[in-house]
């Protein structure tokens, strides 16, 4: 592994300068770092599966889902995200809310059903990923060295 580090910014400015340097280099580093964070993937789906709730099967629905990893740079959150289908919360924060009817009641609207919040453990999703960044991290070092080399051999050979 390289000496440096890279936070999401460096990402973001990196992007930007590629986009106007080689589009084609940038295009390849956003699928190389989205790739890198695919070992991840797994991962999230069985705590996914052992976040929900069981009973009614929808932490097998969720343990299914179309989990899949992105390369963010136009937000306020540049850099690599795994985006989970139904889940709106961020890694850092701890507790999701699921909101549920107890019984579906033939006969009444949706409103007149009895609804319950249950809360759920997202922070989970977030410690599951941090014990597993080690999967992840040997990939996006190879991804940017990578780019760097081609970066510094097109400025060598005197391309630029």
């Known amino acids: 592994m390289s000496d440096f580090q890279v936070n999401a ?5 990196l992007s930007k300068a590629l986009k106007g340097f080689d589009p084609v280099l940038r295009k390849e580093l956003h699928k190389g770092l989205r790739d890198a964070a695919k070992p991840l993937i797994p991962v999230v789906r069985k705590t996914l599966g052992e976040v929900y709730p069981k009973r009614g099967g929808l932490a097998a ?3 299914k889902s179309k989990v899949r990893t992105a390369f963010r740079t136009g937000t306020k959150d540049p850099g690599v995200s795994i985006i989970i289908p139904g889940v709106q919360a961020k890694l850092g924060e701890n507790y999701g809310l699921l909101r549920h009817p107890v019984f579906g009641r033939p006969g009444k609207t949706r409103r007149e059903w009895r609804w319950v919040n249950q809360h759920l453990d ?3 999703i977030a410690k599951a990923v941090h014990e597993n ?3 992840v991290l040997p990939g996006i070092d ?5 780019t760097a080399t081609r970066v510094l051999g097109e400025f060598t050979h005197g391309r630029r």
């Open 133 to 135: 960044l080690d999967k």
């Open 122 to 124: 997202v922070g989970a």
């Open 61 to 63: 629905v969720m343990a």
């Open 9 to 13: 910014d460096d990402l973001l400015r």
């Open 142 to 146: 190879a991804v940017l060295e990578v």
